[in-house]
Each structure stands twice: as C-alpha cells, then as structure tokens.
Nanobody
Framework: QVQLVESGGGLVQAGGSLRLSCAAS????????MAWFRQAPGKEREFQAA????????TYADSVKGRFTVSSDAAKKTVYLQMNSLKPEDTALYYC??????????????????WGQGTQVTVSS
C-alpha cells in the first residue's frame, strides 16, 4: 500500500481559503492515482476531486467545481487541494486516497487501496 498523510486543515470563516496537502510514500506510490474525499458528521464519505501524478487528468465533484482546485507535485510525491470560497457545508473530515489504475468510478470508495488519517476542515458563519 501507499502511505498517505494529510495536513492543512483548520478553522476558517465562510468565504475563506485553505490548502490541504497529502504526502504519499512507498515504493509503488508513483503508480497510483490520487483523490480527495470528505465526510461530514452523519453523512457518507463523498468524492471531491481526483488527479494523476502528471496533472493531466483532473476530475471534480459538481459541488466543488469552480471553488476547489486539485494539483500534484510528482517530485515531492504530494497532492494538494486548494479550497476557496469556503462554505459552512464544506465542514468535514477530508481524506486523501490512492488506487492503482482502474476503470471503476472515481466515486467508489472501495476501489481505493490506501487512505490517509484525515484532516479536519471547519468553516464558521
């Protein structure tokens, strides 16, 4: 598996910004595709964005398109999620995930073989 460590979460006011980071390690990390998910209290974990290490393939959930930007740095083995115009409904535990190339939907949680511990994002009114 790939080891993943998220960071960058915190408390921000509505309309503010945060940048999350996910550091990947392991000898097979470069073979995986990366994604961000979030899970709010009482809700299912939901897909936010996905990216390949070369940054050429990017996918966003409709709920964050235009506000969030995912990027990757293959040399640093790190992926990022730049979150702008944050809303209270963005409050959740944000997870980084990795999977080997697959035809499974990016939203299918079980298709991911590695998960980080999560980083909390709280957006106040």
């Amino acid at each position: 598996q790939v080891q993943l460590v998220e960071s960058g979460g915190g408390l921000v006011q509505a309309g503010g910004s945060l940048r999350l980071s996910c550091a990947a390690s392991g000898r097979t990390a470069s073979r995986h595709q990366m994604a961000w998910f979030r899970q709010a209290p009482g809700k299912e974990r939901e897909f936010q964005a996905a990216i390949t290490w070369n940054g050429e393939s990017v996918t966003y959930a409709d709920s964050v398109k235009g506000r969030f930007t995912v990027s990757s740095d293959a040399a640093k083995k790190t992926v990022y999620l730049q979150m702008n115009s944050l809303k209270p409904e963005d409050t959740a535990l944000y997870y980084c995930a990795a999977r080997l190339p697959s035809n499974a939907p990016l939203t299918w949680l079980k298709s991911y073989s590695s998960w980080g511990q999560g980083t909390q994002v709280t957006v106040s009114s």
